[in-house]
């Protein structure tokens, strides 16, 4: 069975979407620790990321790269935080959490709400500026 993040790549399931590669997508996280709050993922379903090919797995950390460039230009932030977890959705994902406090860098912390206005909003200001950049 496809994965959450399958279905979002596949356009099944709708997602606030960042950015694009042939190999690589990004996303807002619907539950954010901070405003900007991405997710980056290989196209290639696989749950751990230290099983993942070398190639797909320096792939996702130069994609993801860019990805926090466009972040930290269009979101007020401290630096773009980087975090792996993937207890509970088994696709290899890349947090990047333009946080303006360490705290906001933990998973367990209170997450925010976003209205969906707002996702829309963040969502088309990071994809252009990605586009911008690429
Ligand atoms: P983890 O597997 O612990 O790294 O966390 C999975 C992350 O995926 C969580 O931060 C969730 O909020 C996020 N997530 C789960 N389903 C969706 C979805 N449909 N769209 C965007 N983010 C999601």
């Known amino acids: ?9 596949q356009g099944e399931i709708p997602s606030y979407k960042i950015a694009e590669t ?20 290989p196209k290639k379903e696989v749950d751990y990321i230290f ?3 070398d190639d797909t797995l320096s792939g996702l950390h130069l994609f993801s790269k860019r990805v926090a460039k466009a972040l930290e230009t269009c979101i007020t932030c401290k630096r773009v935080g980087v975090l792996v977890i993937g207890t509970e959705v088994p696709h290899t994902h ?3 959490i333009p946080f303006q406090h360490e705290a906001q860098m ?5 997450k925010l709400k ?7 909003e963040i969502a088309k200001k990071v994809s252009d500026k990605f586009l911008e950049m690429n």
């Open 1 to 9: 069975m496809s994965s959450i993040f399958s279905k979002i790549i």
């Open 22 to 41: 042939e190999d690589f997508y990004a996303f807002l996280d619907i539950n954010p620790l901070a405003k900007g709050h991405t997710l980056c993922v």
């Open 51 to 53: 099983d993942l090919d």
């Open 94 to 96: 890349v947090h990047l």
């Open 106 to 110: 933990a998973i367990t912390s209170l």
């Open 114 to 120: 976003v209205e969906k206005e707002e996702m829309e």
